[in-house]
């Protein structure tokens, strides 16, 4: 199982950004994916996570109407489009798999590597 994430960058206040988790490995119709972040001298949180079974997604309140998390089976990808970007939205950005959505990190089996996302004031 490998997660691979990409997408992100240097983006001023009020700008966007699309982050892409890329699994291989297992099949993604029978997993959740999570979107994590983790922003210095802070604990990891959970940001979003999309169920592939059923389509469900949640978002933690910091980020709902900003962020939107969707996936695309055939490539076995996962985006968070990220909009309206906030300086304490900084942080390295992870994506991780899981048999369901949880807000437990320890429940999480596999992570990608992160990719730091840093918006300016």
């Known amino acids: 199982v490998q997660l691979v994430e990409s997408g992100g960058g240097l983006v001023q206040a009020g700008g966007s950004l699309r982050l892409s988790c890329a699994g291989s490995?297992?099949?993604?119709?029978?997993?959740?994916i999570g979107w994590f972040r983790q922003a210095p001298g802070k604990e990891r949180e959970g940001v979003s996570c999309?169920?592939?079974?059923?389509?469900?997604?949640n978002y933690a309140d910091s980020v709902k109407g900003r962020f939107t998390i969707s996936s695309d089976i055939a490539k076995n990808t996962v985006y968070l489009q990220m909009n309206s970007l906030k300086p304490e939205d900084t942080a390295v950005y992870s994506c991780?798999?899981?048999?369901?959505?949880?807000?437990?990190?320890?429940?999480?089996?596999?992570w990608g590597q992160g990719t730091q996302v840093t918006v300016s004031s």
């Open positions: 999309i169920q592939r079974s059923d389509g469900s997604t």
């Open positions: 991780a798999l899981h048999t369901h959505c949880s807000d437990h990190t320890d429940y999480y089996d596999y």
């Open positions: 490995g297992f099949t993604f119709d029978d997993y959740a």
